[in-house]
């Protein structure tokens, strides 16, 4: 049955009704920050959906640094003390925290009131409906999806082209040198460094050609030879062309392997680059992006399963020698203080 402690009450209903009606005239807005609003609704959804919220807040100052605040940080914070952006940075402490113990704490909560201990509660899924939800009304352009938090414009590009693009290189040794490279362009995307993530993602696309035996010294040259080497249709290349150009342009003309003015290649760019490229990598391997992820999740779960039945195994086969050891020849059943038996 579903959760329906932090359903919306009529006012925020209403509230909803007239921002609608206000975004048809003047258009959306989005913040990148969390204010105070989204922030109280999230702290009083916190101690509602688990009956360890001291955890919580805890765990979420630990992760913000401020194990010595006195009076809960993460709590003041989302109720209304710092600033937004703070707050933002707190909510992600806070919703972090709030996962990791729901999937990890077995320890007991000491109960005070001569009862027997008992386990912590914590209702993941309702807390991050309600997060979402939140931050979705308050036009937060953020939102917790796949375990973390991400800028909610990059959410069907991380699903539908990056995680699968990732995994189909991480899964198939041939791929890894194209694995590399393209871990490498999104470790460099997140350190700024937009013009090396730039020839990155495009060396990788190079890489991922010469993994199914296509080389040239182009992507371009190799999309030309894919096609005379059956590895893709006419109509194949037709289709990709355009986009292999754009990259091959994109970075011959801003790649760091020429000058370019400082800002030039922004995030966007880079972002761009390695979308483009991992659906080609993703198209190439004609699979589905699905069919990539769904073959990950259960391959993961197989092997969880394995290792099950193998511990079962064990333990059954201990039980089994036990069982058959053999009586003590020095001591006769039934019989305290018997003769030895010679």
């Not at 699968?164 to 040198?177: N, V, Y």
């Not at 391997?285 to 992820?293: A, F, G, H, K, L």
């Not at 259960?298 to 058959?324: G, T």
């Not at 039934?334 to 010679?342: L, M, Q």
Request: charged fraction near 30%; glycine fraction near 4%; proline fraction near 5%.
């Amino acid at each position: 049955m579903r959760d329906t402690r932090m359903d919306p009450l009529p006012s925020e209903l209403i509230r909803r009704r007239e921002q609608a009606a206000a975004e048809a005239q003047a258009g959306v807005t989005w913040l990148d920050v969390c204010p105070p609003s989204v922030g109280s609704e999230v702290f009083v959804a916190v101690e509602q959906l688990t009956n360890a919220a001291y955890r919580v807040w805890n765990r979420a100052d630990r992760r913000l640094l401020a194990p010595e605040y006195q009076g809960w940080l993460s709590p003041k914070v989302l109720q209304g003390e710092g600033t937004d952006a703070e707050r933002l940075d707190v909510l992600a402490a806070v919703i972090s925290a709030f996962a990791w113990l729901a999937h990890n704490d077995d320890e007991l909560i000491e109960s005070h009131e001569n009862r027997p201990d008992y386990p912590p509660e914590y209702s993941l899924d309702t807390l991050i409906e309600v997060v979402n939800d939140r931050l979705l009304h308050a036009r937060v352009g953020w939102s917790f999806e796949d375990g973390r938090f991400q800028e909610r414009g990059n959410f069907v590009m991380h699903s539908e082209v990056l995680r699968p693009a990732t995994i189909l290189l991480a899964d198939d040794p041939h791929f890894r040198t194209a694995s590399e490279a393209f871990q490498s362009a999104l470790t460099r995307l997140s350190k700024g460094e937009t013009d090396v993530a730039l020839t990155q993602a495009a060396t990788s696309l190079q890489e991922f050609f010469r993994a199914l035996g296509v080389e040239g010294n182009s992507v371009s040259d190799q999309l030309d030879k894919a096609q005379s080497q059956r590895v893709i249709s006419p109509a194949d290349r037709n289709l990709m062309k355009p986009l292999i150009g754009w990259v091959n342009a994109d970075r011959s003309d801003r790649g760091n392997a020429h000058r370019h003015r400082e800002g030039d290649v922004t995030k966007a760019d880079a972002w761009l680059m390695m979308h483009v490229v991992g659906a080609l990598m993703v198209r190439l391997s004609d699979r589905e992006p699905r069919d990539i992820v769904a073959a990950r999740e259960k391959r993961e779960a197989d092997a969880v399963a394995a290792r099950d039945e193998q511990a079962r195994l064990e333990r059954e086969a201990a039980q089994v020698v036990v069982a058959v050891q053999p009586a003590d020849p020095w001591v006769a059943p039934g019989r305290f203080g018997a003769d030895t038996p010679f």
